[in-house]
């Protein structure tokens, strides 16, 4: 039997602002949305800031060593509060303008003359709390008022690639510490990312590496496609590394099934999880306009083989390798959203049938919003 090719969504659904709008508002600010690395704010008073949606946003650790997330505003007069990306505070946010000030738990603690001013709720006044979530080792946030279940959305999509949950737990992804950090400024927009990840046709073509290292995935068919489905490395290949050399110590905790195996795991809307026998890949997408994402991975290994010094490099090489074959694919795409070829969209081949399902799932999420295919 031949299967039918499938149209995808039309051009403008990379291009045009208005999209763009729609789904910040009605993904980014509605979702679960993983926003740092929880060593990020390892200390009470440690900061980081990240863009979610049209939001900035300001993630904290409290005094009781519980993560914090507030909209990065001055309550006063709207000014931005944190203007530096990350840092630590002893024991106040200081606006820059007039000089408010609030405790790590958002409230307003102090500001010239407030004692002149009796009418000011500190609580009321502090600032905007947003909803906060510890898993994986990753600060998740949501900002919209009744955060939907994180359960199902976020351990659910797990759950459901995997087949339990059970399955990324023995990877300890919490107790791992980071090993490398890079961070990608993409000219594409960010479904173009997640597309290019569900769907391994392009293996073959632009991944020597990883095929070399997952040879199956010379046939076209993501790990993803199946559920509980690892892809095996190659018979020569001793560990998930850009020469197929040995990795590093392994998680011990990990199923023999699990090992010598490669999963992958999409969490809408802008998680991938990557996990082989010896360290986790976990990229985290910042949409920042309709055709620019940012892209932060973190490699995650073994505290310590991080400790101990060893020689990262040839495991972080291989991703890192695969990310910019990646992300160079997807500006090449870019430009072409916005030609007239691509106006009614393009074609999905049978392999990459599953990207339907995230079309649907983009267009269901717009709802009204957006008119047209
Ligand atoms: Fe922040 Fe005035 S705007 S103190
Ligand atoms: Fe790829």
């Not at 006063?76 to 408010?100: N, P």
């Not at 391994?200 to 590496?209: K, L, Q």
């Not at 990207?355 to 717009?366: K, N, S």
Request: charged fraction near 25%; hydrophobic fraction near 40%.
């Amino acid at each position: 039997m031949t299967a039918s090719l499938q149209p995808t969504l039309a051009g403008r659904y990379y291009t045009d602002p208005a999209i763009f709008a729609a789904e910040q508002e009605q993904i980014f600010e509605k979702m679960w949305f993983c926003a740092a690395r929880g060593s990020d704010v390892a200390a009470p008073g440690d900061f980081r800031t990240v863009t979610v949606g049209r939001e900035s946003v300001l993630i904290t650790r409290g005094r009781d060593g519980g993560a914090r997330a507030f909209l990065n505003v001055c309550r006063h007069r709207g000014a931005l509060l944190c203007a530096e990306e990350s840092g630590s505070v002893k024991r106040t946010f200081r606006c820059t303008y007039h000089a408010w000030a609030y405790d790590t738990d958002g409230t307003l603690v102090a500001a010239p003359n407030l004692v002149k001013m009796p009418d000011v709720d500190r609580v009321e006044r502090g600032l905007r709390r947003v909803h906060v979530r510890e898993w994986l080792g990753y600060v998740w946030v949501c900002l919209a008022d009744e955060a939907p279940s994180f359960e199902a959305d976020v351990m659910g999509a797990c759950v459901e690639r995997l087949g339990d949950l059970a399955s990324i737990d023995r990877y300890q992804l919490d107790s791992l510490r980071l090993g490398r950090r890079i961070r990608y400024d993409v000219k594409a927009n960010w479904k173009l990312i997640i597309e290019n990840f569900m769907e391994c046709y392009h293996c073959s073509t632009i991944h020597p590496e990883l095929v070399h290292v997952l040879p199956e995935f010379a046939g076209g068919y993501a790990a993803q496609y199946y559920v509980g489905h690892g892809a095996e490395f190659g018979p020569d290949v001793a560990g998930f590394t850009v020469d197929g050399s040995a990795g590093q110590a392994a998680i011990d905790t990990i199923t023999p099934e699990q090992d010598r195996r490669y999963y992958a795991i999409t969490i809408r809307p802008q998680v991938f999880v990557n996990l082989v026998p010896d360290h986790a890949i976990m990229h985290r997408m910042y949409p920042m306009a309709a055709d620019r994402t940012i892209v932060e991975c973190d490699w995650l290994f073994r505290p310590d083989v991080v400790e101990s010094g060893a020689d990262l490099d040839p495991s972080v090489e291989l991703f890192d390798r695969v990310n910019r074959q990646d992300f160079d694919a997807c500006e090449r795409c870019q430009p072409g959203m916005s030609s007239r070829a691509y106006a009614e969209g393009g074609v999905l081949v049978p392999s990459e049938h599953h990207i339907a399902t995230f079309h649907d799932w983009v267009r269901d999420r717009l709802g009204g919003t957006v008119l047209g295919k």
